[in-house]
Nanobody, 120 residues
Framework: QVQLVESGGGLVQAGGSLRLSCAAS????????MGWFRQAPGKQRELVAA???????NHADSVKGRFTISRDYAKNTVYLQMDSLKPEDTAVYYC??????????????WGQGTQVTVSS
């Protein structure tokens, strides 16, 4: 099992930066792909960035060049560095772990979410 606890959200002005952290517990962290999702009111949850167990990253087109996902295996922590923030980045951000269920890969474990609000 994987337990995820997020932190780092808050209020920031447009153009500012914020770093989200997701502390993971459980023996599967090192073998799990991790992702950051976000959901704004009235909008669908979307995948913002993902990182494989080997450290390969991918970012949504909407955040490429601004957001960077990374992980620290020693600290069992995944980060989302957010730069050049825009008001449209305002959302609840969730950390999730993608686990092999035996049949498919699924984001089965989720953090509680942390609010990011970007003011104009």
């Amino acid at each position: 099992q994987v337990q995820l606890v997020e932190s780092g959200g808050g209020l920031v002005q447009a153009g500012g930066s914020l770093r989200l952290s997701c502390a993971a517990s459980g023996r599967t962290f090192s073998s799990a792909a991790m992702g950051w999702f976000r959901q704004a009111p009235g909008k669908q949850r979307e995948l913002v960035a993902a990182i494989t167990s080997g450290g390969t990253t991918n970012h949504a087109d909407s955040v490429k060049g601004r957001f960077t996902i990374s992980r620290d295996y020693a600290k069992n922590t995944v980060y989302l560095q957010m730069d050049s923030l825009k008001p449209e980045d305002t959302a609840v951000y969730y950390c999730a772990a993608k686990i092999w269920t035996g049949s498919t890969w699924l984001y089965e474990f989720w953090g509680q979410g942390t609010q990011v609000t970007v003011s104009s």
